[in-house]
């Protein structure tokens, strides 16, 4: 049974960082393909940014450079490393997980790819 379950969220001013964790458990593939997504009220989930099972990392533009997605695959905890940080980063974040056993992430970072999620971690941006 997979669980994910993020942390590090919180208040932080314009301009700012923060660092989001996301601990899994459960896992049955070695190194599976993870991602951060964002959501805000009223709008769909967007992905932010997916890494590989080899720990190749994908990012979609709008964090490029400002994000950097990491694991610790002893501790199986995905993190977040957030910079420059705008009020238009608040918003919902999740970890997400895709259990096929190649680990490789597909592309675009599709909702419908990931089978596992945590419950979310705010992020406020003022």
């Known amino acids: 049974h997979v669980q994910l379950v993020e942390s590090g969220g919180g208040s932080v001013q314009a301009g700012g960082s923060l660092r989001l964790s996301c601990a899994a458990s459960?896992?049955?593939?070695?190194?599976?393909?993870m991602a951060w997504f964002r959501q805000v009220p009223g709008k769909g989930r967007e992905g932010l940014t997916s890494?590989?099972?080899?720990?190749?990392?994908s990012y979609v533009n709008s964090v490029k450079g400002r994000f950097t997605i990491s694991r610790d695959n002893a501790k199986m905890t995905l993190y977040l490393e957030m910079s420059s940080l705008t009020s238009e980063d608040t918003a919902t974040y999740y970890c997400?997980?895709?259990?096929?056993?190649?680990?490789?992430?597909?592309?675009?970072?599709?909702?419908?790819?990931?089978?596992?999620w945590g419950q979310g971690t705010q992020v406020t941006v003022s």
């Open positions: 459960g896992v049955e593939t070695n190194k599976p393909c």
């Open positions: 890494l590989d099972g080899d720990g190749s990392p």
């Open positions: 997400a997980l895709d259990s096929h056993p190649s680990g490789h992430c597909l592309p675009y970072l599709r909702v419908s790819d990931y089978q596992y």
